[in-house]
């Protein structure tokens, strides 16, 4: 089955600095990723989502991801943080013909001022 | 357009009584996809809708069961409720369902079990 690692369940940036979030998967054929960002007692909101299109995606707020295949990874970047970026972050698979997200645990993103 | 919407928000429950949560999703999307998040579990999938059949199904016990309607609207039931069931449970819709697909997700309705 394939699964998501994210490395990190905290990280703490200060605002204005870089944000890299990490995502590992396993799985021997590219699967469909995603980032979705969590505000506290709300829904998740897609971030950005890789499909093969590109290798480099850029998503909403500022952020982007790169999909390294060789590295299985699809770390989430930002190059400076804002105090509204604080939120928790999830890394997601879909697998093929699943119709299903497979969700990492979670990084929760403190931005300090 | 509208978002994906849940209700209720939030809802208490005791052991052993049965919840029904309901999701509407954004208009025109077909598919409907349920998921719990709990501190310990994290974000797992439960079961997804199309065309009022369930087309694929986490590995939740048989308590849990959900259906969709003819209008894409789509409920969840769980039954003899556990301490355990207390979580968020999220709704996502998307077009057709494709792997590929954005899912949308709703608030959330968050489920106390007393």
């Known amino acids: 089955a394939q699964s998501v690692t994210q490395l990190g369940s905290h990280v703490s940036v200060s605002e204005g600095a870089l944000v890299l979030l990490r995502c590992n998967y396993s799985s021997s054929v590219p699967p469909y990723l995603f980032w979705y960002v969590q505000y506290p007692n709300q829904g998740l909101q897609l971030l950005l989502k890789y499909t093969s299109a590109a290798t480099l995606v850029k998503g909403i707020n500022g952020f982007e991801a790169e999909f390294k295949k060789s590295e299985t990874s699809f770390h989430l970047t930002k190059p400076s943080a804002h105090m509204s970026d604080a939120a928790e972050y999830f890394c997601?698979?879909?697998?093929?013909?699943?119709?299903?997200?497979?969700f990492g645990s979670g990084t929760r993103l403190q931005v300090q001022p | 357009k509208a978002g994906v919407t849940q209700t209720p928000r939030y809802l208490i429950k005791t052991r052993g009584q049965q919840v029904t949560l309901s999701c509407s999703p954004i208009?025109?999307?077909?598919?409907v996809s349920w998921y719990q998040q709990t501190p310990g579990q994290g974000l797992q999938f439960l079961f997804e809708y199309f065309s009022e059949t369930q087309r694929n199904k986490g590995n939740f016990p048989g308590r849990f069961s959900g259906r969709q309607f003819s209008n894409s609207r789509s409920e969840m039931n769980v039954s003899t409720l556990e301490l355990g069931d207390s979580a968020l449970y999220l709704c996502?819709?998307?077009?057709?369902?494709?792997?590929?697909?954005?899912?949308?997700f709703g608030p959330g309705t968050r489920l106390l079990v007393l």
């Open positions: 997601a698979v879909s697998p093929a013909g699943r119709r299903a997200l497979t």
């Open positions: 996502a819709s998307s077009l057709t369902g494709g792997d590929q697909e954005t899912q949308y």
């Open positions: 208009s025109g999307h077909r598919s």
